[in-house]
């Protein structure tokens, strides 16, 4: 009966968190990353903004140019001078620091086939680590 209980119980917690996003998708639709659902997502970009505004992110998939995680690596501390490296392995790579119109911001980047899936949230409220969680949802299909 406990068991049964624990598994009704993260059952629903599931489907709850669930119902509280929203996807929103790079342009290209193979790059994907969940928002909270009072956000307002632009599809036609991929990007989205918190309801007070002071929250914005954006995936994208580029045709051109960034295809591998190492020209991610090469290229955007060129950039993005002021974000330093958090996290470099096969599958990821991350940067925190500040965006290129001085605001914070988490960058984040994963293979996604022949392409790279990209995604920048730039913050004035909220944490480091709301970014960062908000970051960590990106998935390519």
């Known amino acids: 009966m406990t068991k049964l209980f624990f598994v009704v119980l993260l059952s629903t917690t599931l489907i709850a968190t669930a119902a509280d996003t929203k996807t929103l998708s790079s342009r290209t639709g193979n790059c994907t990353l969940s928002v909270p659902s009072a956000w307002n997502v632009e599809p036609s970009m991929g990007t989205a903004e918190a309801a007070d505004?002071?929250?914005?992110?954006?995936?994208?998939?580029?045709?051109?140019?960034?295809?591998?995680l190492?020209?991610?690596?090469?290229?955007?501390?060129?950039?993005?001078?002021?974000?330093?490296?958090?996290?470099?392995?096969?599958?990821?790579f991350e940067m925190e620091g500040k965006s290129i119109t001085g605001k914070p911001n988490v960058y984040r980047a994963i293979p996604a086939g022949a392409k790279v899936c990209i995604a920048e949230v730039v913050y004035e409220s909220g944490s480091v680590n709301d970014a960062r969680a908000l970051v960590q949802t990106m998935k390519a299909k």
Not at 55 to 66: D, W
Not at 79 to 84: A, H, M, R
């Open 53 to 68: 505004k002071k929250m914005t992110v954006t995936v994208s998939s580029p045709s051109h140019g960034l295809s591998t």
């Open 70 to 92: 190492t020209d991610v690596e090469e290229t955007a501390p060129t950039v993005y001078k002021d974000d330093k490296v958090t996290k470099k392995t096969s599958s990821e």
